[in-house]
């Protein structure tokens, strides 16, 4: 049974506080968010996203080109081993698998290292999975080359779809 506290008098010994007008009222919950502060929320968020994203996938490309430079290096220390070992560079149609697996094909290594020259079983792929191009011997003057073919997996192109040479050009 529900009281009005307007009109209620206090038991003897009793006294009535402020507090107690609320016991009767409904109790409503105001959890949760409205739909403008939502709005506002994800509006910020795609400034932001609008704002940093370009920078960050900027540096994805950029980190590709480092870490496609970085193993063209790698393979281009195991070429060198190769060539110590051996006394020529692996031919065209030898291709990179010699440094993994024995050559078969003319001129077969004599002294090919039985551990390989990378480690691993496998030649890695660039960073955009594609195979690095080798040829031997190279143009001009260098001895062998070793491409990666960069973002576009095509000979050419620009920015980060231009090709990466071993040699810097």
Do not use: C
């Not at 402020?18 to 400034?47: C, Q, W």
């Not at 990378?118 to 690095?132: M, N, R």
Request: without cysteine.
């Amino acid at each position: 049974m529900k009281t009005n506290i307007k009109n209620a008098r206090p038991a003897a010994g009793h006294t009535v506080t402020a507090t107690a007008a609320y016991v009767d009222k409904p109790r409503h919950s105001n959890a949760g968010f409205t739909l403008i502060e939502v709005l506002v929320v994800v509006v910020i968020m795609g400034l932001l996203i609008g704002l940093i994203g370009p920078n960050v996938l900027g540096q994805v490309d950029k980190a590709r080109v480092t870490t496609a430079k970085a193993d063209m290096a790698t393979l281009s220390s195991a070429l060198d081993m190769y060539k110590l070992d051996n006394h020529f560079y692996p031919t065209t149609d030898q291709s990179l698998e010699a440094l993994i697996a024995k050559p078969s094909a003319s001129p077969v290594p004599k002294n090919w290292n039985s551990q390989g020259y990378l480690k691993g079983s496998e030649i890695p792929l660039d960073p955009w999975d594609g195979e690095y191009v080798y040829y031997s011997p190279g143009d001009g003057s260098v001895p062998y080359e070793l491409i990666s073919l960069g973002a576009d997996g095509r000979e050419g192109g620009e920015g980060y779809s231009a090709d990466i040479s071993v040699w810097g050009n």
